[in-house]
């Protein structure tokens, strides 16, 4: 596609409800990002995926909280047993970082995440 | 630890220039960027400063002072669209984002 793509848009869960929020980066795009932005807040660095190494888990918050992604491309990010501090906004970016030089991350819409 | 400041809310007039300013402390340095991100979007690249200097992209500059630690953003001929908030992030040497909180901007006719 164009540009990178999440779903769903809008999740709305109860607590101790597990959860699956998924991102696919633009084609081509070697690197992938998950983020966090809670109301009025900047980005939460929450995972990155870089070709085939492995990921930088350095900013889950919890046990709670996994990734992957499959075949170098479509990720998804797990939420197991959530809590209402769960609630945000999910932001995916991707990037055509080579190993070293920085380079521009676009951003999908992001999932709009509830949890009551 | 590693830091991104900004100011949390300006205002300005419809037609006017506005600065928004970012001062950071991070380990290394790498590139800072500068997004745009309307209320229930996501953010949009606007610029890119690794060098010490000005980039000129149309009505918005983007100012960058290394040894300052210092960068601004600076809007001309403003407009109602731009109301958003304007997010600073640093590269640091691991070649990670450091992000700011963002400074939203709200432009008044």
């Known amino acids: 596609g164009a540009g990178v793509s999440q779903s769903p848009s809008n999740k709305v869960t109860e607590k101790g409800k597990d959860v699956e929020l998924r991102c696919d980066p633009i084609s081509g795009h070697t690197a992938l990002y998950w983020y966090r932005q809670s109301l009025g807040q900047g980005l939460e660095f929450l995972i990155y995926f870089q070709g085939n190494s492995a990921p930088d888990k350095s900013g889950l918050p919890s046990d709670r909280f996994s990734a992957e992604r499959t075949g170098g491309s479509v990720s998804t990010l797990t939420i197991q047993r959530t809590q209402q501090e769960d609630s945000a906004v999910y932001l995916c970016a991707s990037s055509q970082r080579t190993s070293g030089g920085p380079d521009t991350q676009y951003f999908g819409p992001g999932t709009r995440l509830t949890v009551l | 630890g590693q830091n991104i400041d900004q100011p949390t809310e300006m205002t300005a007039t419809e037609g006017a220039i506005v600065q928004i300013n970012c001062t950071y402390q991070?380990?290394?340095?790498?590139?800072l960027f500068w997004y745009q991100q309307h209320a229930g979007e996501a953010p949009t690249f606007l610029s890119y400063?690794?060098l010490d200097g000005l980039e000129e992209k149309g009505r918005f500059s983007s100012f960058l002072s290394r040894s300052k630690g210092y960068s601004y953003l600076l809007l001309k001929e403003l407009q109602m669209k731009d109301s958003a908030s304007y997010l600073c992030a640093v590269m640091d040497s691991n070649y990670q984002l450091i992000w700011g909180a963002g400074t939203k901007l709200i432009i008044k006719p």
């Open positions: 991070t380990s290394g340095f790498n590139g």
């Open positions: 400063n690794v």
